[in-house]
């Protein structure tokens, strides 16, 4: 069973940043892609940023030039860069990991930007 572990987030102000990183039970060259979701209370899961395993990327309109998503080969993770945080982008942030038309999750971490 994949297993992903997300850490990196926490508390901080509007304008500041945070790195997320996600830990890969097995090595992330065996992905067809993984990425980063967020979900806010009431709502569905959100797909903010995506890398392909031919290191294509992909972001949700509201974080382009703000976020980057990269990943270390070395480590089999997945970061998550995100600067210029704004209050909206405030919620459980996920990891993600696709093969095969199956998704693997992380628990998430919460994220938090005070205004």
């Known amino acids: 069973q994949v297993q992903l572990v997300e850490s990196g987030g926490g508390l901080v102000q509007a304008g500041g940043s945070l790195r997320l990183s996600c830990a890969a039970s097995e090595s992330i060259s065996s992905f067809d892609a993984m990425g980063w979701y967020r979900q806010a209370p009431g709502n569905g899961r959100e797909l903010v940023a995506t890398?392909?395993?031919?290191?294509?990327?992909r972001y949700v309109n509201s974080v382009k030039g703000r976020f980057t998503i990269s990943r270390d080969y070395t480590k089999n993770t997945v970061h998550l860069q995100m600067n210029s945080l704004k209050p909206e982008d405030t919620t459980v942030y996920y990891c993600n990991a696709a093969r095969r038309f199956r998704n693997y999750w992380g628990q998430g971490t919460q994220v938090t930007v005070s205004s």
């Open positions: 890398i392909f395993s031919d290191g294509t990327t």
